[in-house]
């Protein structure tokens, strides 16, 4: 399939740490505990379509300094391309995250002077037609993009991370012209499923998913009028859990893009995140398909309709 990736692109610093909270001391020696690598919500995703065979455009702004380089480079060793990245920014956004043993994670994000950065519909409008799908992650710069693109007659993903309210002000354009949405459980103000419900009535999205870390997703249907709890896939020890939210969207886009149906594909995408999360990194961990099959066929991962 071909899918065109807008949306952050930086380079993250990951620390491991022993526990939350952390206490004071004033030098820590983490053997191998930090690592420094291109990332950002929109390469992680769209490395994880990549892997999955799919044919990946990506837009996103950096600045012309060594990190900017930096990611030109990684994306030209790896066939994404530079056609639609733009050096626009004064420096090139850096995130630094903190992890324990128990899969919590601290992301602390400098996004520099991205905010205030637009994409002009024009230079990427190619891309756009040429796209079975388009990912708008949750970015000012696509905020413009939404209505155009929802005009062109495409698909729009979005996933808009952590949200607390169903008028959230910052994430309401994303949620209102997502075909499929995507969020995380960890400051609803309710259980998932009685936000889900709010959400399917306020939204019109044909697929909503909210991810519940090791408790599995839920998922809402919209031509099935149904709503899905699927546990966990369980397939080894959990490494780093940054990045799971991005893995889990990815290969749902994937499955579901390609004909399974909703739930099928979601089964696979959970398989596919925890395989993911077996690695320290928001950008590596990402298998194919055939060992994703693989994987399905040994572990099952529980559905209930709701």
């Known amino acids: 399939m071909k899918i ?7 380079i993250e610093t990951t620390l491991k740490i022993e526990q939350f909270p952390i206490n004071y001391y ?20 769209a490395k994880a ?6 044919e990946i455009q ?16 990684r994306l030209d060793g790896e066939n994404i391309g530079n056609q639609y990245i733009y050096e626009e920014l004064s420096e090139t ?12 994670r601290q992301i602390h994000c400098d996004l520099k002077d991205i905010q205030e950065k637009t994409i002009d519909f024009s230079k990427i409008e190619s891309a756009v037609m040429d796209s079975d799908l388009v990912v708008l992650c949750n970015i000012n710069f696509n905020r413009s993009l939404l209505k155009q693109v929802k005009e062109a007659g495409k698909l729009i993903a979005s996933d808009v991370h952590v949200i607390s309210d169903i008028n959230d002000e910052y994430n309401q354009d994303f949620m209102k ?5 995507f969020f995380s459980d960890e400051q609803l103000p309710c259980e998932p499923s009685e936000f889900l419900g709010k959400m399917k009535d306020n939204y019109s999205a044909k697929i909503m998913v909210i991810g519940l870390g090791k408790e599995g997703a839920l998922m809402y249907e919209r031509a099935q009028n149904k709503m899905y709890r699927l546990g966990a896939a369980l397939v080894g020890e959990v490494v780093n859990t ?18 399974y149906p909703a739930v099928e594909a979601l089964k696979r995408a959970e398989i596919f995140a925890a395989l993911k999360i077996r690695h320290n990194g928001a950008a ?10 693989e994987y399905y066929q040994k572990y099952k991962v529980e559905v209930c309709e709701l």
Do not use: Q
């Open 4 to 10: 065109l990736v807008s949306g952050l692109m930086n």
């Open 26 to 45: 004033p030098v820590g020696y983490p053997f191998f505990g930090i690592k420094s690598d291109v990332s950002g919500v929109a390469y992680n995703v």
């Open 49 to 54: 379509l990549l892997s999955l065979k799919n």
């Open 58 to 73: 990506l837009t996103s702004f950096i600045g012309s300094d060594e990190e900017g380089k930096r990611i030109r480079s």
């Open 93 to 104: 956004p850096v995130t630094v995250a903190l992890y324990d043993n128990e899969g919590k």
């Open 177 to 181: 012209y997502a075909d499929i949405l």
């Open 242 to 259: 940054i990045g799971a939210g991005d893995a889990l969207f990815s290969a749902f886009i994937n499955y579901y893009l390609k004909g």
């Open 284 to 293: 590596v961990g990402f298998c194919g398909e055939d060992v994703v099959e």
